[in-house]
């Protein structure tokens, strides 16, 4: 700035000097405001709406747990007509009999109906269960029906052997008192075999394992948490009617208790593979903004009025390029995948933890202009000047993809929200945190109507959340697959605070992950 | 209301504020950018864009120096822009280094009002006009000036002493001092 007199007193007229805008234009700003005014619409409240409904659905379910038994709501009915039938004679003391052509008396004389009893929920709505306290003394059959496999699950699981299954614990959806080997049902019906204390068939159970059964019945007040959805495996060893807790498999409306071959192996990690694909997209404000999300204007980052400058002097007399669009090309989504190893823990029955290390790439596409390999002092706002080896003018000719590198540590938590053990649904929520290791990032100067490259005005470290839901397949075999859509949003800005605190990374995908089975 | 409230409802998008910030400012606004441009249309329409993109980016405002500092800087910013989008202004925004440039001693008492001065340099050439207004009004040295506009440091030295000797002549003919002039090489 000069000192003269002459530039002091211009400065300071100048300084003076206002003018009165005409009539309107305000209206015309606020009309450009409104229309570059991204549009709001909150994309993440269907997520949110997703997650409320699962962590609702979850919380009602851990709820309906306890209290079911205590509502006396429940109420066990028999599933077919010769249930009814059946339920019928038992109430009137009558002598049950088989009636022809009912495939349920046969299933209640097979062993193989232990198996379709256990891995698989007997209980039908409705069904009354009866609280363990009111069960005593009571005259079971005049109180509850028998529970009964429905014809076609029994017939589906005939192939095992039913010597194996005699040894298997079966789930038990009556009350103790069933079990009384003096119960004139149990010996007056050619299905009293078929019948066991718990509730499947009992044609193979031996009278040691009766015997058994009844010994630990006794013990039956020794609490045991047991995975009531546990699939069988080839292998699996069922475990003795003592690990069984029949009271609380009467209270509760679950299926089979059994014990777990997880539960055994529970605690301890499980590895896997992890990837995601999906698109980026580079969302401006606090929440989930992509609308006219554009390149960012570095030279508007500098504070008020640029002061002495001690920059070089250009490298070149080559006037910039001149005469192009001033507005920076708008950030378009583009192509983003993370790839990576994976550890899971078991926390409890319906919770897991994981994490890992995952190698992310982030595309984002802009078009800008042809490159000119050539020297440009550039304006990098509160960077000050530079000088930049090439730049790309601001056009909308070419294709350019901006990427990002990052080295993440993801962490999530996985919360099962139905019982399935075959397909298991989780909503998984959890955060990462990222490493930059390089980019190519484009930044714009308003002032010269370029764009460069320059790293170092990107925010290193990136922290972000991920939430969404996966579905499992497989889950019984070697490898379990992890499948579904989730959303990660970065809470750290793409660019640095000084530069612009507003632009951040979000990349909607699907989320794939293989854990391998022990 | 202060600035700093009224800044956080900007970039809130309250309108209200954006209305309350627009009147503060955008007397002497237009007053920048009518001194870059030739005519109060073409000023007004620099500052539209410019109050478009400060409302845009408010959210960069970092607080560390005046706010009407920063809107000043984006206006001029804008208004460069223009005028080399605009081509009304493309053909005379040409910069040809002569190599020699007249140094004017000449520190006239300017007795003319701010308006007539603006309207006086906007009667200059408008690369005379870009670079007298960086340089004598905003403040930037050479340097700076040459890297805004992609031209040499000599280049925008010689066309300010050569815009300068052209203000002063015409402000001395409104007065019968006698301006000396000398040209030197660069």
């Known amino acids: ?518 | 209301m202060d600035n700093q409230r009224l800044i956080k409802d900007c970039i809130k998008g309250i309108p209200q504020a954006q209305r309350q910030l627009y009147e503060q400012f955008s007397e002497s606004m237009l007053a920048v950018c009518y001194r870059y441009t030739k005519s109060v249309p073409d000023a007004e329409d620099v500052m539209q864009e410019g109050f478009i993109k400060v409302f845009r980016n408010i959210g960069q405002f970092k607080f560390q120096g005046e706010l009407g500092g920063w809107i000043r800087r984006i206006m001029v910013n804008t208004a460069l822009n223009y005028l080399k989008k605009n081509r009304n202004y493309q053909s005379d925004l040409s910069f040809l280094d002569s190599g020699m440039h007249p140094v004017s001693d000449d520190n006239p008492e300017i007795m003319l009002s701010a308006k007539d001065l603006a309207d006086l340099i906007r009667q200059l050439p408008t690369g005379y006009q870009t670079i007298f207004n960086l340089y004598a009004v905003e403040g930037f040295n050479h340097v700076e000036i040459g890297k805004m506009l992609g031209i040499n440091e000599g280049t925008s030295r010689s066309q300010y002493a050569r815009a300068r000797g052209l203000l002063i002549s015409w402000l001395e003919k409104q007065t019968p001092e006698r301006k000396t002039e000398s040209y030197v090489r660069q």
């Open chain 1, 1 to 518: 700035m000069s000192d003269n007199k002459f530039e002091k007193q211009v400065q300071q007229k100048m300084d003076e000097l206002k003018i009165t805008p005409s009539g309107g234009t305000w209206e015309k700003i606020e009309a450009g405001i409104r229309s570059q005014r991204r549009r709001r619409f909150p994309i993440w409240l269907p997520a949110l709406l997703l997650l409320a409904v699962g962590g609702s659905y979850f919380v009602y379910q851990a709820l309906d747990n306890r209290s079911g038994p205590l509502n006396g709501s429940a109420v066990d009915l028999p599933s077919t007509a010769g249930d009814i039938s059946d339920a019928v004679k038992e109430s009137t003391g009558s002598v049950l009999e088989p009636a022809a052509g009912n495939d349920q008396a046969v299933a209640l004389g097979d062993a193989d109906n232990k198996e379709a009893l256990i891995g698989d929920n007997l209980s039908v709505p409705g069904t009354k269960t009866m609280h363990a306290a009111e069960r005593k003394g009571s005259d079971v059959r005049e109180q509850a029906p028998v529970k009964k496999p429905s014809t076609d699950l029994f017939r589906s699981r005939r192939s095992e052997p039913s010597g194996q299954e005699n040894n298997k614990a079966d789930k038990v959806r009556r009350p103790i008192e069933d079990r009384d080997e003096q119960d004139p049902f149990n010996k007056a019906t050619p299905l009293q075999p078929a019948l066991d204390d718990t509730g499947n068939a009992g044609k193979g159970l031996s009278e040691e394992n009766i015997a058994g059964i009844k010994e630990n019945d006794k013990e039956a007040g020794e609490e045991e948490k047991i995975d009531a959805a546990a699939p069988l495996k080839e292998g699996f060893t069922l475990p003795s009617a003592n690990e069984v807790d029949l009271a609380e498999s009467d209270e509760k409306q679950m299926p089979s208790p059994m014990v777990n071959k997880n539960k055994r192996a529970g605690g301890n990690w499980q590895w896997g593979v992890s990837a995601n694909a999906g698109m980026a997209f580079v969302s401006e404000g606090a929440g989930l903004h992509f609308d006219q999300v554009v390149v960012e204007d570095i030279s508007m980052s500098a504070p008020p009025m640029m002061g002495p400058s001690f920059a070089p002097s250009p490298p070149s007399a080559i006037p910039g390029p001149s005469f192009t669009p001033s507005d920076p090309a708008a950030i378009r989504p583009g192509f983003a995948f993370t790839a990576g190893l994976v550890v899971k823990r078991k926390l409890s029955d319906k919770i897991f933890v994981s994490g890992g290390l995952s190698y992310a790439q982030y595309n984002t596409r802009a078009r800008v202009g042809e490159r000119v390999e050539r020297s440009q002092i550039v304006n990098s706002g509160v960077m000050g000047y530079q000088n930049v080896g090439s730049y790309f003018l601001n056009a909308r000719t070419h294709n350019y993809s901006n990427r990002y590198h990052f080295a993440e540590l993801p962490l999530a938590l996985h919360v099962k929200l139905n019982r399935s053990e075959k397909t298991p649904f989780y909503v998984n929520a959890g955060g990462y945190l990222g490493k930059l290791i390089s980019s190519n990032n484009l930044h714009f100067d308003g002032t010269n109507a370029v764009y460069y490259k320059d790293e170092s005005f990107l925010n290193k470290t990136q922290a972000g959340a991920s939430a969404g839901f996966s579905v499992v397949a497989f889950n019984q075999r070697a490898a379990s697959l992890w499948i579904g859509p989730s959303l990660r949003y970065s809470f750290s800005p793409l660019l640095k605070k000084s530069v612009s605190g507003s632009k951040r990374l979000v990349m909607p995908s699907l989320d794939i992950r293989l854990f391998f089975n022990k």
